[in-house]
């Protein structure tokens, strides 16, 4: 999921998001998206072969005043992007410089980081759909 929401806000296809994440980071979304410069919003998509780390930060089981019940797991992803970013972006680190061929072609990669909260609700009867209720790439869509 992460893979696929990353590249869909990298592409500007953010019609594409609605079934996937809460009405209310699509709005902000929208918001910042037009805003970023090309190489921020390349530097947002994450192919699943880059990922190179995934953890959970958090997990939350918790009831609304309804008694309806919900689960949140907030996780963190760390992934390589070749976006040309500028040296002076300050949270991303510069980690690799990989030579292919000769000393000439260098493509430079960037480790960047991304944190996605999903939610579902746990209610009995209820459709098992999870939702992104928070996006983060920091330092890029701040």
């Known amino acids: 999921a992460f893979s696929v929401v990353s ?31 090309d190489s921020h919003r390349d530097a947002l998509a994450a192919d699943i072969d880059a990922i190179m780390y995934t953890t959970e930060g958090d997990v939350r089981i918790y009831y609304d005043d309804d008694g309806i019940k919900f689960v949140s797991i907030l996780m963190c992803f760390w992934y390589l992007n070749g976006a040309n970013l500028p040296d002076e972006v300050p949270g991303e680190a510069k980690v690799f410089q990989i030579v ?3 000393e000439n072609t260098k493509e430079k990669k960037h480790l960047l980081t991304a944190n996605y909260e999903f939610q579902r609700e746990f209610t009995e009867g209820v459709k098992p759909d999870w939702t992104i209720t928070r996006i983060e790439h920091p330092r890029l869509l701040e």
């Open 7 to 37: 590249k869909l806000l990298s592409q500007r296809k953010l019609d594409l998001l609605e079934e996937l994440v809460s009405a209310e980071v699509l709005q902000v979304l929208k918001e910042k998206i037009s805003l970023l410069p």
């Open 100 to 102: 292919f061929g000769d």
